[in-house]
């Protein structure tokens, strides 16, 4: 008996299909584009993933937050980068959308830029920034909830309304001032609980970039053929810890933009800023220029990078008394 119930549930629940997924690649650089699912209805999110590889030696530009996607409103929005195993990087950006009708419809292609530091290779092509990867466009529809044979004419299934008695009018009243309330009272709920996120995430900010640093000081250190992918994760760990400690956008800029933005921060000192300058300089060397650096090198990068999360692990602008050991460091 029980195995016929589970035979009819198999049968009685629905068939998913697959995402539609486009790849396209130019030189050292591939993308990847994932749409899921690929049969929605009407009301359902859409999950849409750019997922970018790079060789060693390639800086990524990913798109901006939104680029071409402004026909659909984004719920959500995540993104990542870490190293392959062959020392190139993984970008990747999720984006959760919400179509707003039905129909036919598609994901206009999207722009992913690149500079090619390898050695012999021209960075950009003559008189340009960058290269540019265009991905392919993903066509779908969005089914309708109403059945095709929906007949579209609206009739009163209760015939004439009588008139309104006077409970009733209170009624109304009544509703019209709480629905009122709700609009007045919801952007205020909202800004306190973005609040609340962020000081969450600002307090749990040093824990989870500490937890990742010892990991890294624990772990054997690299071999030659194993620092770039080193220097990706120890920069990875700074990077994000800034994102969350201090709001910049770090993980989305290139070294040069985020340094622009770091200077004109007010809660950092200007110790830190110089820290964190020659810090993240060192690693681009290693992962960019090919630089080799020393056992001792290492063993600085990883002393700078736990300096320099105690002396900013404090609620509020660090305070002056916190530069010091960084500054320590940044003597080494």
Same mark, same amino acid.
């Given at each position: ?15 998913? #299909? ?11 650089? &591939? ?7 690929? %049969? ?13 590889? =790079? ?61 090619? *530091? ?14 540019? @990867? ?9 089914? &309708?909830?109403? #059945? ?30 709480? #629905? ?15 609040? @609340? ?5 600002? &307090? ?10 010892? =990991? ?5 250190? /690299?071999? %030659? =053929? %194993? ?21 910049? *956008? ?21 110790? !830190? ?15 960019? #220029? !090919?630089?080799? /650096? ?6 600085? &990068?990883?002393?700078? =990078? ?27």
């Amino acid at each position: 008996m029980i195995g016929w119930i589970l035979v009819l549930l198999l049968l009685a629940s629905p068939v998913l #299909a697959d995402p539609i997924e486009t790849q396209v690649e130019t030189g050292p650089v &591939s993308a990847r584009v994932r749409l899921s699912p690929s %049969e929605p209805a009407i009301g359902d999110p859409l999950i849409l993933e750019l997922e970018v590889r =790079a060789e060693s030696g390639v800086e990524l530009l990913m798109p901006e937050f939104g680029e071409a996607l402004d026909r659909f409103a984004v719920v959500d929005f995540s993104q990542s980068e870490e190293a392959d195993d062959q020392g190139g990087t993984i970008s990747s950006q999720r984006y959760t959308l919400q179509p707003a009708r039905s129909g036919k419809q598609s994901i206009p292609p999207l722009l992913i830029e690149f500079i090619d *530091r390898r050695p012999g290779r021209d960075p950009a092509p003559e008189g340009e920034d960058a290269y540019e @990867l265009l991905t392919e466009s993903i066509d779908f529809a969005v089914a &309708s909830v109403l #059945a095709d044979d929906a007949p579209l004419e609206f009739r009163p299934p209760l015939g004439a309304l009588g008139p309104l008695q006077r409970g009733q009018t209170n009624l109304w009243v009544v509703s019209a001032l709480a #629905a009122l309330a709700l609009l007045v009272a919801a952007p205020l709920a909202y800004r306190g609980w973005s609040r @609340l996120r962020a000081r969450a995430r600002r &307090s749990s900010a040093y824990d989870t970039a500490r937890s990742e640093l010892d =990991a890294l000081i624990m772990a054997p250190r /690299p071999t %030659e =053929a %194993e620092m770039d992918t080193f220097f990706v994760r120890l920069s990875g760990v700074i990077r994000r810890y800034l994102e969350d400690r201090f709001a910049l *956008r770090s993980p989305e800029l290139t070294t040069e933009e985020f340094l622009d933005e770091l200077a004109e921060s007010p809660d950092l000192l200007r110790s !830190h800023q110089k820290v964190l300058r020659d810090f993240l300089s060192r690693a681009d060397l290693v992962k960019f #220029a !090919h630089y080799l /650096p020393t056992s001792g090198d290492v063993e600085d &990068s990883l002393d700078i =990078a736990r300096r320099f999360l105690e002396a900013t692990r404090g609620e509020g602008t660090p305070s002056s008394g916190a530069s010091g050991p960084v500054d320590g460091a940044a003597g080494a």
